[in-house]
Nanobody
């Protein structure tokens, strides 16, 4: 059974940093891709970032480009999202997802999802 478990969320002031982790179990994703999505109250789930774990190519939403960095550790079967210069508008539940079959921007293409971790940025 595949499981994705996020950690690292919390409350931070604007301008601060957080590092999210997504630990996968049940299968490896070293030849696949993983991504982060977020959902704020009253809004639709939106793409944040993704990474192809085979080649290391990273993809970012324009709203986080230059502030967030996605990375993967194949040996640990874990993905990370380093979030710097956080803004109040980054407040959301952040979800880890895996195996989009190459369609990294589209949430409906991912096969596996974590339960989410809350990130709150205060002004």
């Amino acid at each position: 059974q595949v499981q994705l478990v996020e950690s690292g969320g919390g409350l931070v002031q604007a301008g601060g940093s957080l590092r999210l982790s997504c630990a996968a179990s049940g299968r490896t994703f070293s030849s696949s891709d993983m991504g982060w999505f977020r959902q704020a109250p009253g809004k639709e789930r939106e793409f944040v970032a993704a990474i192809s774990l085979r080649g290391g190519t990273a993809y970012y939403a324009d709203s986080v480009k230059g502030r967030f960095t996605i990375s993967g550790d194949n040996a640990r079967n874990t993905m990370y999202l380093q979030m710097n210069s956080l803004k109040p508008e980054d407040t959301a539940v952040y979800y880890c997802a895996a195996d989009s079959r190459g369609r990294v921007y589209y949430s409906q293409m991912y096969r596996y999802w974590g339960q989410g971790t809350q990130v709150t940025v205060s002004s």
